[in-house]
């Protein structure tokens, strides 16, 4: 995960070549000293648009779970603390959006808003919206029923500071966790937008559109598929085993 992010921060330095410079001179070359993973159909560094790759894959992830955090929460805690028909308005629209299949809804929404980078964000952040919102309102209902919260009522707080100061921060450990467990399946869903062509175009790099324009090229030239495919695998397993490490330090029952 740190090689990663590292990779991402720092890809001007890390990348040995321009990610876009072609040169068909040396189309589909092997492996070796002068490039570390070959080079692609049009002669592109793969090693170089792999390192650029990684922004694409980790601002996917983190900013379209950000978005559907923020949403999420905020419809939640809206449903959850208010109670009623707010209640049922909103959770009936999260079940609404929570009966497409996430990909057939990212895979629409991407076409309406079009293809590049902001409209795989808006795409992952409303598939992921309803799962964060049905989390923090069963969060909120379960603290809203705990002793310090009818003992703050009881000593006249309004009810915007009794949500602000003692529910949403204990509410909060459960949506942290989910967060950190989704940014992997986020970026799956980019790579798998991006290789359908409704997520970053080429010529820019996108693991899942190398994988793309590298799947005609499987007997002959492997590695240009190899290089984005492993950088995908190791990503999102290390985000996995990330989620799972927050996951264990914030459940007090492990704790305990």
């Known amino acids: 995960m740190l090689l990663a992010v590292l990779a991402a921060l720092a890809a001007p330095l890390l990348a040995p070549y321009d990610p876009l ?3 068909l001179g040396n189309a589909l070359a092997r492996p070796g000293w002068a490039h570390l993973l070959g080079t692609d159909n049009v002669g592109r560094d793969v090693l170089s648009r792999v390192i650029w790759g990684a922004r694409v894959s ?3 992830g983190l900013v379209s779970v950000a978005l559907a955090v923020v949403a999420g929460s905020l419809l939640g805690i809206l449903a959850g603390y208010c109670g009623g028909r707010v209640d049922g308005l909103v959770m009936r629209l999260m079940d609404a959006v929570l009966s497409f299949p996430p990909l057939v809804l990212a895979l629409a929404l991407g076409a309406v808003l ?3 980078l902001g409209g795989v964000l808006v795409a992952l952040g409303v598939v992921y919206t309803p799962t964060f919102a049905r989390l923090m309102r069963g969060q909120v209902l379960s603290v809203t029923a705990r002793d310090y919260v009818d003992a703050a009522r009881a000593l006249g707080a ?3 500071r009794v ?3 003692h529910v949403v921060p204990n509410a909060m450990n459960p949506i942290i966790v989910q967060a950190s467990l989704s940014v992997a399946f986020a970026i799956l869903a980019e790579a798998s937008l991006s290789f ?3 997520g970053i175009q080429p010529p820019q790099a996108s693991w899942g559109s190398m994988i793309n324009a590298g799947r005609g090229y499987l007997q002959q030239a492997p590695w240009i598929v190899f290089g984005p495919g492993a950088a995908l ?3 999102v397993v290390g985000l ?3 989620g799972d490490a927050v996951r264990d330090a914030l459940d007090p029952r492990i704790r305990g």
């Open 21 to 23: 410079a072609q040169n």
């Open 58 to 60: 980790l601002v996917a």
């Open 114 to 116: 079009g293809a590049g």
């Open 158 to 160: 309004p009810a915007w």
């Open 163 to 165: 949500a602000w100061r």
């Open 196 to 198: 359908l062509g409704l």
């Open 233 to 235: 695998f190791v990503t």
């Open 240 to 242: 996995n085993f990330v």
